[in-house]
């Protein structure tokens, strides 16, 4: 493949509940530190959940803030500490030659939730209903306010693909580089869901909202007393290149993008199908030219509930054989789901692995589920391995979407 | 209300819409988008502002005479003097 259609991550902006840049989330990943704690949210009290705590007036003003969504405020601070880590001369960048694809879980839900709470107080008179509701609540809304940040001109917009929707914020990002649509993809995903009551009430009426007397062992993975997901809002934004014009500006590179694969289960509104996955990730390493046995790590996207994760297990086992000795761990169990923006920023989390060659662990895993054994799997304690050249990313979501995400070291 | 408490409150309401200006120094018979950065969706917030704190409904063929501090007190005062 030709330098002009391979495509790095050069820089990366992020927040998550244990790390407001990659520095810190790395260091605490391999400290083993969770950032899940509890929130009060509407109607329901308190509940287990993943906040950030970056500065959201590191980049923005406070009009800004106030008109905008929680989402923008993310995507604009990652994409601002995205930009700073490229080392890019953003300045003088053609800012119409820029593109913003974020993938989100959902979005709006927040803001008209908080919107029919505020009319309660006026008898549900709509004459109180807010005239920023609706630039508030396009699905577009999170990447158009980075475009206002940043006074970008290119092309913007989200991708909503569930959970799978971090991966295919990348995915698409790389894709309008190799169609020469941008000439820069900021692309990843993110998240403001804790803010919305009704994702919560409606993970706990569906048996599927994690419950702990602990909030920091509430996301538990693998675990055979796992209980649901912990909802959690994030963001990681990567700044995508052509390995040439990175090649050409002496760019730091994380690693290559060297495989993606997208499909649909067709098959359920919820339940996973272990099926379409092992086909995704089977695609997926198609498309990048290799073998499982290829593979040195897979962030698994196992969001502790019963049965999505006995389904990945099984479709990883699928895919790499029962006896594989692929590394495999996950990052839910630090920070909970963070949703739309799960899937770039786990899979940044475990980039460093190619200079430190040191696998995070899966934390919160007491009493391992025989349905999740895996050779390495691994456990509570992060594990020095000899050599990392690819890692694979997974991350699923509701109504059947899979995306898979392989990045390689990279080499000339 | 009287005439300063109005202006205060109008003050006060533009300081929380606008957090990143100082409305201190306003002048009252010029408009006040001249004088600050306020756009259109800004100024909804002051007559969002006044339904919600005092039930005061403005038409929007008033808008006009809440352009300036000084029009702002005259057209409320007798629509807030028994508040």
């Not at chain 1, 969770?34 to 929130?39: D, E």
């Not at chain 1, 290149?241 to 098959?267: P, T, V």
């Not at chain 1, 196992?302 to 054989?321: M, R």
Request: hydrophobic share 40%.
């Amino acid at each position: 493949m030709n330098s002009e259609a391979r495509i790095v991550i050069t820089g990366a902006g992020l927040t998550s509940p244990n790390g407001d840049n990659l520095a810190e989330f790395r260091q605490n990943l391999l400290s083993g530190r969770s950032g899940v704690g509890k929130i009060d949210t509407h109607y329901m009290g308190e509940v287990i959940a993943g906040l950030c705590d970056f500065d959201p007036l590191k980049y923005q003003k406070k009009k800004a803030l106030r008109r905008g969504t929680r989402a923008g405020s993310i995507a604009i601070y990652c994409a601002n500490e995205a930009i700073i880590d490229s080392n890019l001369d953003f300045f003088s960048f053609d800012k119409s030659r820029i593109g913003i694809y974020l993938g989100i879980t959902e979005h709006g839900n927040v803001e008209t939730e908080n919107e029919i709470y505020n009319i309660k107080q006026y008898d549900y008179n709509v004459d109180f209903w807010s005239h920023h509701h609706n630039p508030r609540t396009v699905a577009n809304s999170p990447a158009g306010e980075v475009t206002l940040n940043l006074g970008i001109t290119g092309p913007h917009y989200t991708l909503g693909a569930a959970c799978a929707a971090g991966n295919i914020g990348l995915i698409h990002g790389l894709q309008m580089l190799r169609l020469k649509e941008v000439d820069l993809a900021l692309a990843g995903g993110v998240s403001e869901t804790p803010h919305t009551f009704g994702v919560f009430a409606a993970f706990k009426n569906e048996g599927a909202l994690a419950s702990h007397t602990e909030p920091e062992k509430a996301s538990r993975p693998f675990d055979k007393n796992r209980n649901g997901i912990v909802v959690s809002e994030g963001g990681c934004i990567c700044t995508l290149e052509r390995l040439h014009d990175a090649l050409e500006r002496d760019a730091k590179i994380y690693g290559e993008i060297a495989g993606y694969a997208i499909n649909s289960d067709a098959s359920d509104f919820i339940l996973p199908n272990p099926l379409r996955q092992m086909e995704c990730m089977n695609s997926a390493l198609k498309s990048a030219g290799i073998s499982a046995g290829d593979i040195d790590i897979i962030n698994t996207h196992a969001t502790a509930t019963v049965e999505g994760d006995k389904a990945e297990c099984k479709a990883i086992k699928e895919v790499f054989g029962d006896d594989s000795n692929v590394y495999i761990n996950n990052t839910k169990s630090f920070i909970g789901h963070t949703m739309g923006a799960a899937g770039a920023l786990e899979l940044m989390g475990n980039l460093p692995s190619f200079e430190d060659h040191i696998v995070h662990q899966t934390i919160n895993i007491d009493d391992l589920d025989p349905e999740c054994v895996f050779k390495n799997l691994i456990i509570n304690e992060p594990r020095k391995i000899d050599r990392v050249d690819n890692i694979l990313n997974n991350s699923f979501g509701m109504l059947g979407i899979n995306s898979v995400v392989i990045v390689k070291k990279y080499r000339e | 209300m009287t005439g300063e408490e109005i202006r205060s409150m109008i003050l006060e309401v533009i300081q929380e819409i606008l957090p990143d200006e100082d409305v201190s120094n306003l002048k009252p018979d010029i408009r006040i988008r001249d004088q600050v950065e306020m756009d259109s969706m800004d100024f909804l917030d002051i007559i969002m502002e006044l339904r919600k704190r005092y039930g005061i409904i403005v038409p929007e063929d008033d808008y006009m005479k809440l352009f300036t501090l000084d029009s702002s007190v005259a057209y409320l005062e007798p629509l807030m003097k028994e508040i």
